[in-house]
């Protein structure tokens, strides 16, 4: 069965500090991984990686993946509190079927 | 680009009442859209994908004669709470795709509440 897995579950941090946010995935083929960032409404799209090695860069938000691993990480530096939110990370398996893992609630504090 | 937009936002209504929710993709056209499901602190769980002009695809569990779906053009998909009861308050949210390649794009949500 496919599956993709995060951790932490959860993760409180001082403003200032830095995060990676972990993702690790089984699935019988694989398109791509995308990690989304979830406030209080719906997902908002922050990366799409299909390539291992090559590292993704938004503001202070970066990801990598490495498809030898099966393993992607989202770095979020000098943390802010508009950081707090639920980040959830996605792998598109082909066929439009995407597979979410259960996120990782961010909280970061002033 | 890739907005997409999901109306409305928050509903409360009696128990038996059939609730539609519409989600519609402002500057694209999308080839396939999705609808999920999501409870509190816990990730999306797709319930079905649909196609432009084809019947949904339901995932296992889940009932089409109770949440029927509706993709009538590219821009346009809707989701019907058939005969809504408490059990299906939730958070629906609706996402988007121009092409396979993409990225889904979400929509805002619906809260769903049932008395």
């Known amino acids: 069965e496919d599956k993709v897995v995060q951790s932490p579950l959860s993760l409180v941090v001082h403003e200032g500090d830095t995060v990676t946010l972990n993702c690790s995935y089984e699935?019988?083929?694989?398109?791509?991984l995308l990690w989304y960032k979830q406030e209080k409404k719906a997902p908002t799209f922050l990366f799409m990686l299909?390539?291992?090695?090559i590292e993704k860069k938004s503001g202070r938000l970066s990801s990598i993946l490495d498809k030898k691993e099966l393993f992607s990480i989202l770095n979020i530096t000098a943390t802010q509190t508009g950081d707090s939110a639920v980040y959830l990370c996605?792998?598109?398996?082909?066929?439009?079927?995407?597979?979410f893992g259960a996120g990782t609630r961010l909280f970061v504090k002033a | 680009g890739a907005v997409v937009s999901q109306h409305p936002s928050r509903v409360i209504c009696k128990s038996g009442t059939s609730v539609k929710i519409e989600c519609r993709s402002l500057?694209?056209?999308?080839?396939?859209m999705f609808w999920y499901r999501q409870f509190p602190k816990k990730s999306l769980m797709l319930m079905a994908t649909?196609?432009?002009?084809?019947?949904?695809?339901?995932e296992q569990g889940v009932e089409k004669d109770k949440f029927l779906i509706n993709h009538a053009s590219l821009t346009l998909s809707t989701l019907t709470v058939t005969s809504a009861h408490p059990e299906d308050s939730s958070f629906y949210i609706c996402?988007?795709?121009?092409?396979?390649?993409?990225?889904?794009?979400f929509g805002d949500g619906t809260r769903l509440s049932i008395l």
């Open positions: 996402s988007a795709a121009g092409q396979t390649d993409q990225p889904q794009h």
């Open positions: 699935v019988t083929n694989f398109r791509s």
């Open positions: 299909t390539s291992s090695g």
């Open positions: 996605a792998v598109d398996t082909g066929g439009f079927k995407t597979i």
């Open positions: 500057d694209f056209q999308a080839t396939t």
């Open positions: 649909s196609n432009e002009g084809s019947k949904a695809t339901y």
